[in-house]
């Protein structure tokens, strides 16, 4: 077994590993329904897009490696860290559930993800601008993707919108972490890295209400619950994933293809 | 497809991709989706996931009118023998060479 890599707790590394880890997470959470998707065709969907969000996590992960200068690569950051030491937002963590529950994250998260893409094409850094370029295009066909889907089964037969009802009541508190600043963001913004996260809250309300509302689907109230796993508190569901994710790299360190 | 098989299956689709501009759509496939806009988009990710396109078309199976395979020898075995139709008997200017 290969030890974990220590990070140095740098804001602008901490800001790069919220965003590379949430697509990282998301990306094998969405790598399960391979083969088990409803549809051939959304098999194949759900596959693609777990490998943009892959790829994605490839560029963040080696940016922040980059920052961080320690030498760690984006595989030394993907697969060993300590569970404390990823950061991303509990919501990607949770398991699969069933296409509805599926759906209606990718729906939250692809919208926050497009947001965010689309302000850190302005980033101070060059390089995190040119990722973002590409990321966002990416995202949009995600979210476009969940929404379509959303509506279909919102405004389908009463057990779609039942399973759908069924996963905002599960999920939507879950997206309010997205969008709480901490020192993490003032550092970001003021080296003009990228937007605060409570910067994006807003926009991402009104299209979620417009999705939801397209969907027939109301949107949940406020509620004082916050989830931390931006800050490296996750759920009992995480350490699952970190096993499944991180087997091969301890079992046979510097593995490659 | 009959009413009663739509009822209970998604209706079938066939699907053009264009590979570059200038270039025609070709059949490709066919998939199945509920409307047209999950048809286009579940085309874009089960056909053109290779970089195989810049365009895609598609059109439920049900509008092709297709000739009957049973027409064959009367419809397209006559033209076995009819070479004089292809543009082959005179001589090309030498301008235009490699036609």
């Not at chain 1, 990306?27 to 399960?32: A, D, H, I, M, T």
């Not at chain 1, 060059?126 to 969940?146: D, F, N, P, S």
């Not at chain 2, 089960?46 to 049973?70: F, L």
Request: hydrophobic share 40%; charged share 25%; proline share 4%.
């Amino acid at each position: 077994m290969t030890t974990s890599i220590e990070l140095r707790a740098d804001p602008a590394v901490q800001y790069l590993l919220r965003l590379g880890d949430a697509c990282l997470i998301l990306g094998q959470r969405l790598g399960e329904w391979c083969g088990h998707a409803p549809i051939v065709e959304e098999d194949i969907a759900l596959a693609n897009i777990a490998l943009d969000l892959i790829g994605q996590a490839r560029a963040v992960l080696t940016r922040a490696g980059q920052l961080e200068g320690r030498g760690h690569d984006e595989d030394q950051l993907a697969f060993l860290r300590d569970e404390r030491d990823y950061l991303n937002p509990t919501l990607v963590e949770l398991p699969r559930g069933d296409f509805a529950f599926t759906t209606l994250r990718n729906a939250m998260v692809a919208t926050w993800l497009k947001l965010l893409w689309q302000r850190l094409q302005a980033s101070g850094d060059a390089e995190l601008a040119a990722i973002a370029g590409k990321a966002v295009k990416e995202a949009r066909y995600h979210q476009q993707h969940a929404a379509d889907w959303l509506v279909r089964l919102g405004d389908g037969t009463a057990e779609s919108k039942r399973r759908c009802e069924a996963a905002l009541a599960a999920l939507w508190h879950y997206g309010a972490e997205l969008f709480d600043d901490d020192a993490v963001d003032d550092a970001a913004a003021a080296a003009g890295l990228g937007p605060r996260s409570s910067e994006l809250r807003d926009e991402w309300q009104a299209e979620m209400g417009e999705i939801l509302g397209a969907a027939g689907l109301a949107m949940p109230a406020p509620v004082p619950f916050r989830s931390e796993g931006r800050r490296g508190r996750h759920s009992e569901h995480m350490g699952y994933i970190l096993a499944e994710l991180q087997h091969l790299q301890r079992a046979y360190p510097g593995g490659v293809w | 497809m009959s009413e009663t098989t739509t009822r209970t299956e998604w209706p079938l689709w066939e699907v053009f991709v264009r590979s570059k501009a200038g270039l025609d759509h070709k059949h490709c496939g066919s998939l199945h989706a509920t409307d047209a806009q999950m048809a286009i988009q579940l085309a874009r990710d089960v056909y053109t996931r290779r970089q195989e396109g810049t365009s895609v078309w598609v059109v439920r199976s049900d509008q092709i009118i297709a000739s009957d395979p049973g027409d064959k020898d009367m419809y397209f075995d006559p033209m076995e023998d009819k070479v004089y139709r292809h543009p082959t008997f005179y001589a090309l200017p030498r301008e235009v060479d490699h036609m």
